[in-house]
Each structure stands twice: as structure tokens, then as C-alpha cells.
């Protein structure tokens, strides 16, 4: 929370450039979407994700539940308590659920077989409530730890290479009442949704981008994002119905996502508007 | 919802399948299948979107896979969508194509309905400026498909309703209706279809798309 007064300055150049876009629109369209990635970069300096890694770090070695136990032997991954470098390489397959899991999913799993958490309740709260909030800083700092680090997400197993493959499928999936896919938003480079601009999320840099970002604090709600949570907004908008959290489509989206940005710097938890 | 009786044929398969942890490569049905269940098992109900808005009609699961395929739907296959989905076009009651444009204009902006956050008849947007520049006025829209800024000038609509506009009135109309009867897999809802907008909705469009004083075509 340094300097959040800082923020008013790349706004009121974003006002400025709004107003440039009365003279030329086309050209000062994307003037005015450099300026939101401007206002974005500044505020970074003080993301408030900085309070829910905090959180999430001690959340990690609290003993809780009805096991009293901490998160510490959970197996992100990359082996029992390592941290990281585990954010860059979800989703993948672990052995001993026989699932290829999210950071989420995993995370149920560690709550549920170390701290004795019902993981089924978990996955039923509605987001920002309960033990929600729990896993708002968890996967802040876990996420955190990564930050700067590359996507390489594993595709040796065969249920890896599976899930790219429905992953890849649900992406360009067209249903509900508008027929929108994943694809129809994030299918082509250089697009925007009225103001807004999309990453394309077949490729890099778009892939890692988009999916890298993510959790991510959301100055407008005031809340820190999961990518489970970002996924769940997605499907709202596409008029889809309900997407089960930590659900196999969701993970198979990941996957896709994941491999896609390849290479790509996680920037995990960033800030968006 | 006429043609959401065609079910992916996957769907019908019983679910067995599961073939996770074997070392064989999976062939593309195989994973067309699992697809199938994975979504039905991951979503649910929420308020007015229940899971059949997931059963695909013809045109999407032709579309889905040549999208997934990354290659374009197959020409014949195309052309007979289109037909298909021009034959289902709902022309307007007593040929009154042209509705109110300022009223065309509020729906343009308006972004709204058929999320699980809406109520039933709640009335919904068309959601244009998510996706097309229409009018010189407003700056924040989308680019997902093309600008429809001059819409009706370019086309040389003097009068729309002349005889001389008249195809142009029509396929507009039709467009909006349907877009899949004009490109199988257009990106663009199909808004008089999918009963997203009603009639004297879809004429508040197309009046401010052909319309010389809306400001479309100013």
C-alpha cells in the first residue's frame, strides 16, 4: 500500500486521452488502452495482494482444522512443502489423487487429507466467504512465490496430454443462448470488448498473459481473484450455466491455458482493474 | 431454441469411457467423448441458466469441432447450415422491418441478460458495442467483429423504405435474426433465434443500423 496516491496521476492521464479519443478515435483507442496498462504498472508498486500473500503464508503454516494440522506437507507438485516454482507447473497429474489438478483442486486435497477440512463444503461456498477467503490468500502467496518464474506445465503423463486435449475442446465449445465460446473473446490477437483489450489465449504472449495474471487483486471489487474465480466470471458472461469449482472443465481449461503460455512469465497476483 | 434437439452423438454414449492413466494415445472420439462428460459432470444449474443452454444444436457442434480442428467448416457442410438457419429466419409481422433507432441505441449500449445474475424477464441488451463500432459518438467499443459506423450510407440508403433498400433492409434484418444464415460460424449471437431480443427489438436495430438521421449514418 506504498503509494496508492499514486494511482490519481495515470489516471488523469487516461481522462486526457479520453478526451483525445473526441478528436481521432481510432488512434487514440489504443493510446487510451497504453494508458490503463500505464495506470496498471504504477499501481503495482503497491498491490494490496501484498495483504492477502501475508495471510496466505500464515494460513500456510497454521495448524487448523480438526486435524490441527498445518498445509506444510502439502504436495504442490514439486514434492511435499515446496512452494516454489509449483505455481508454474499447474495444472498437472498427481499420483496419489490420480487426477490432474489446479492449484485449487490440489489445494482441497492438501486441506482435506492433512488438515481433515471437508473439501466438498469448500468447493460448495460461494466465493469471498468462509474458508473461500482462506483460499483467496493461499493461492496469493503460492502464486506469489513463482512470481517472475516461466510456465512449464508438464504434458508427460497421459492424462495431461488428455485434459490439453479436452481443454482445448471446451475453449471452442459455442453454447448458450449467444452460442459464445472461450474462442469468440480470446480466440484471435488484437481484440477488444468495448474498451477492454482480450489476450489471445491460443498462444503466447497472450496465453501466459492472461493466464499468468491470475489470482489477481480487483481494484473495482476490492477483492483478490483465484483463477477459479476468474474462470466462474467467464462462464457468467458467456451466459453459460454454473461451472462447478475445481470441475474438470475448469482444470481442462487451465491445462489449455497453461501449456499454451509456455515459457511465459507468471506475474501472479497482478492487479486489474 | 427450435434446434437444440440435435445432440453432439457423443452424448449418447454411456459413460464408461474414463480411459485415464492408459499409456494409448487417445483418438480424437475418444476425447470428444470424455469432453462430453467432463462438461456434463462439472456444471449445474444457476438461476435462468440451466445446463441444457450446453446441449448444441447442428451449427455449433459443426462449428466447435472445426473450430477445435483449427480449420474451417467444410463448404458443403457451411452452405447447408446456412440454409438451414436462413429457412428458420422469422421475417416481421406485417413487413415492418424499421422500429424507433434512438430506441435502437439504448439496446446497442446495453449489455445486459440471460446470465444466472439475471432475473427471468429481465429484459436484455444487444450487447453491439461489446463487439462493433456503431455510431462516431461513442468511443468505447469493441472490435471483435466489424465496424458498422456508416452502416446504411455506405450501402447508398436514401430511403429505407424504398424499394431500392430493400434487400439491404431484409438481410439486415436477417443478420440480426440469425447470423448463422448468412456465415455458419459467425462469432456474432443469433438474437431473434435464441429469443435474446423480440421483434419490435430487432426493428429498433435495424432502424438504427439503415436509418440516414440515426447516427449511424451521420
Known amino acids: ?16 486521452l479520453s478526451l483525445l479519443g473526441a478528436v481521432s478515435p481510432a488512434a487514440a483507442q489504443k493510446s487510451t488502452a497504453d494508458g ?21 503464508e500464515a494460513l500456510w503454516k497454521q495448524k487448523r482444522g480438526p486435524r490441527n494440522a498445518s498445509m506444510e506437507r502439502c504436495d504442490l507438485g514439486k514434492g511435499p512443502g515446496v512452494v516454489k516454482g509449483a505455481f508454474v507447473e499447474l495444472p498437472r497429474y498427481f499420483a496419489d489423487t490420480g487426477k490432474v489438478q489446479d492449484l485449487e483442486s490440489r489445494l482441497l486435497t492438501c486441506m482435506e487429507t492433512l488438515q481433515g477440512l471437508d473439501a466438498k463444503q469448500i468447493a460448495a461456498t460461494p466465493f469471498g466467504k468462509d474458508e473461500q477467503k482462506n483460499m483467496e490468500g ?4 503460492i502464486s506469489a512465490e513463482s512470481k517472475g518464474m516461466k510456465f512449464n506445465l508438464p504434458q508427460n503423463h497421459a492424462q495431461e496430454k488428455q485434459m490439453y486435449e479436452v481443454g482445448k475442446r471446451m475453449f471452442y465449445l459455442r453454447g448458450g443462448p449467444h452460442d459464445f465460446a ?22 503466447n504472449p497472450g496465453a501466459a498473459a492472461g493466464f499468468g495474471a491470475w489470482p489477481a487483486y480487483r481494484v473495482s471489487s476490492g477483492e483478490l481473484w483465484s483463477m477459479q474465480r476468474r474462470l466462474n466470471d467467464c462462464f457468467r458472461q458467456q451466459r453459460f450455466p454454473y461451472p462447478g ?11 489449455y491455458m497453461g501449456v499454451n503460455g509456455k515459457g511465459g512469465e507468471a506475474t501472479a497476483p497482478a492487479i486489474k482493474r | 431454441m427450435t434446434q437444440r434437439n440435435h445432440w453432439l452423438p457423443v452424448l449418447g454414449v454411456a459413460s464408461s469411457l474414463i480411459v485415464l492413466g492408459c499409456a494409448s494415445v487417445d483418438s480424437a472420439a475418444d476425447v470428444d467423448k470424455l469432453t462430453q462428460q467432463i462438461v456434463t459432470a462439472s456444471f449445474r444449474d444457476q438461476g435462468i441458466a440451466k445446463v ?34 436462413l429457412k428458420s429466419v422469422q421475417w416481421p409481422t406485417a413487413g415492418k422491418f424499421l422500429g424507433d433507432w434512438k430506441e435502437g441505441e439504448k439496446l446497442a449500449q446495453n449489455g445486459r441478460g440471460m446470465t444466472w445474475t439475471d432475473k427471468p424477464g429481465d429484459a436484455n441488451g444487444g450487447n453491439c458495442y461489446n463487439c462493433h463500432q456503431i455510431s462516431k459518438q461513442e468511443i468505447s467499443f469493441g472490435t471483435l467483429g466489424p465496424s458498422l459506423y456508416n452502416y446504411g450510407k455506405i450501402r447508398g440508403i436514401v430511403d429505407p423504405n424504398s424499394p431500392e433498400a ?10 440480426i435474426w440469425n447470423a448463422k444464415a448468412y456465415n455458419a ?19 429498433d436495430l435495424v432502424a438504427l443500423l439503415v436509418d440516414p438521421n440515426s447516427p449511424v449514418n451521420k
Open chain 1, 1 to 16: 500500500m506504498r503509494r496508492t496516491t499514486k494511482g490519481l496521476v495515470p489516471l488523469a492521464a487516461v481522462a486526457m
Open chain 1, 36 to 56: 490503463i496498462a500505464e495506470y496498471r504498472e504504477m499501481l503495482q508498486d503497491g498491490n494490496p495482494a501484498e495483504l492477502f500473500e501475508m495471510k496466505g
Open chain 1, 138 to 141: 493461499l493461492v496469493a502467496w
Open chain 1, 182 to 203: 472461450c474462442a469468440t473473446c480470446h480466440g484471435a490477437d488484437d481484440k477488444r470488448i468495448r474498451l477492454q483489450d482480450l489476450p489471445n489465449l491460443t498462444k
Open chain 1, 245 to 255: 469449482y475445481a470441475s474438470d472443465a475448469t482444470i481442462a481449461l487451465g491445462v
Open chain 2, 52 to 85: 441444457d443452454r450446453l446441449k448444441q444444436d447442428e451449427t455449433n457442434a459443426a462449428c466447435s469441432a472445426a473450430d477445435a480442428a483449427g480449420k474451417p467448416i467444410d463448404a458443403k457442410l457451411g452452405a447447408k447450415l446456412e440454409a438451414d438457419n
Open chain 2, 166 to 175: 430493400k434487400a439491404i433492409v431484409e438481410y439486415t434484418w436477417g443478420k
Open chain 2, 185 to 203: 460460424c459467425s462469432g456474432m449471437p443469433r438474437f431473434g433465434h435464441e429469443k435474446i431480443l423480440t421483434e419490435r427489438q430487432v426493428q
